[in-house]
Structures are given as structure tokens and as C-alpha cells.
């Protein structure tokens, strides 16, 4: 059973400081890595992806990815409370299609 | 929203009943996949589609089958809905190895 964990929260964050995600991965196959953000109600929509060891940065996002240690984190700089989400982390092996493992999401608040 | 849209976005049944979900795209993607969210269980593959008539299983397959008659439109069918089944769903199209999710659909088995 390939798995995905993540720290369900709830994780409290200040307005302005780096909130911290984290994900391991059961599968050492695995591939491809992605973050989502949904809002209560609504669809997951992606912040990043990430493929190869090390970090990729986009805006205030940051993704790190360490495939020795199964592990992919998510850090948002100068959080603001709109980050308030929740946080899936997703993992694939692509093969074709690509089936995504979730892991069941991290809740983050950001208090201002 | 990459062009997806799901229909009913919500549903009540009654157990033993039949329902049909369909997912519509428009941008002529080749893989569909359809999840299901539970609270605590993150999203769960249900089925997928790598082309017309072209479907397979994923993690959470029992109890619900696919089809795919045109590339636009992915339908799930719940045979005779049970009250685990209650859940919201999610269509999924993938474009450039990243998978973009449609609106949702809350479906209730009473």
C-alpha cells in the first residue's frame, strides 16, 4: 500500500512569519510531487510541483524535496491569513497515467 | 479551471438507488480521473481514463464503474448506492503530468 502522510494539524501560524508543511512517502518509486491548496468547499487547486532533489521556489512558496529520506515540505514565507487553507500533499509514480497518492492534508491557519 | 465541469454539484439519494456523476471537459484532454474525499482519508483514486472506451481501476474502485464514450465526458456510476459511498468528488484531467480537479460533486446516500 503506497502511503503519504502528513501532520493533519491544525498548525497556527502568525501573519508575516514562514508556516512549515511536511509529507513523507511510503513508495520509493515515486516520481513526481505536488502541493494543493483547498479552501473549505471547494476544489484543490496546485501551488507547486517538484521532481528533483533539492529546492524549487515560486513566489512565497518554497518546495524541498529530499527522496533519500522520503520526505517533500512546503514553506510559505511571510504567511498571510488567505494562506489559511488546507494543504495536500500529493505523490505519483508516472506511468502513463498519473495516479495520485494523497496524503489526508494539513489544516493551516495564519492569525493575524 | 482548465475547462472542467461536474454535474449535479449535488445530490441526495436513497440507498439502493442508481446515480450517474458526470464530468465534462473542453480541451480535449486524454486522461480523466475520478477521486473521491472523505474527512480524514485526503483524496482516494476511484477510476481513470487514458482515452475514449480506455478506463482502469484505482485504489477505491469497488462499487463504482466508468465510461468513456467521448473524450469530453467522463461518467461514474454508482451501481446501488450505499450509505459509504456518501462523499464529494472530484473529476481530474492532467495536462502537462500535473492534474488539474473540476468543482466537486456532494453526494449524499441516504
Known amino acids: 500500500q503506497k502511503e503519504v502522510e502528513q501532520n493533519s494539524g491544525p498548525l497556527s501560524v502568525p501573519e508575516g512569519a514562514i508556516a512549515s508543511l511536511n509529507c513523507t512517502y511510503s513508495d520509493r518509486g515515486s516520481q513526481s510531487f505536488f502541493w494543493y491548496r483547498q479552501y473549505s468547499g471547494k476544489s484543490p487547486e496546485l501551488i507547486m510541483f517538484i521532481y528533483s532533489n533539492g529546492d524549487k521556489e515560486d513566489g512565497r512558496f518554497t518546495a524541498q524535496l529530499n527522496k533519500a529520506s522520503q520526505y517533500v515540505s512546503l514553506l510559505i514565507r511571510d504567511s498571510q491569513p488567505s494562506d489559511s487553507a488546507t494543504y495536500l500533499c500529493?505523490?505519483?509514480?508516472?506511468?502513463?497515467?498519473?495516479?495520485?497518492?494523497f496524503g489526508q492534508g494539513t489544516r493551516l491557519t495564519i492569525n493575524p | 479551471d482548465a475547462g472542467i465541469t461536474q454535474s449535479p454539484r449535488h445530490k441526495v439519494t436513497e440507498t439502493g438507488t442508481p446515480v450517474t456523476l458526470r464530468c465534462h471537459q473542453t480541451?480535449?484532454?486524454?486522461?480523466m480521473y475520478w477521486y473521491r474525499q472523505d474527512p480524514g482519508h485526503g483524496l482516494r483514486l476511484i477510476h481513470y481514463?487514458?482515452?475514449?472506451?480506455?478506463?482502469d481501476k484505482g485504489e477505491v474502485s469497488d462499487g463504482y464503474s466508468v465510461s468513456r464514450s467521448k473524450t469530453e465526458d467522463f461518467l461514474l456510476t454508482l451501481e446501488s448506492a450505499t450509505s459509504s459511498q456518501t462523499s464529494v468528488y472530484f473529476c481530474a484531467i492532467s495536462e502537462l503530468d500535473t492534474q488539474y480537479f473540476g468543482p466537486g460533486t456532494r453526494l449524499t446516500v441516504l
Open positions: 481514463s487514458y482515452g475514449v472506451k480506455d478506463t
Open positions: 480541451e480535449n484532454h486524454r486522461y
Open positions: 500529493a505523490v505519483s509514480v508516472n506511468q502513463g497515467a498519473q495516479k495520485l497518492v
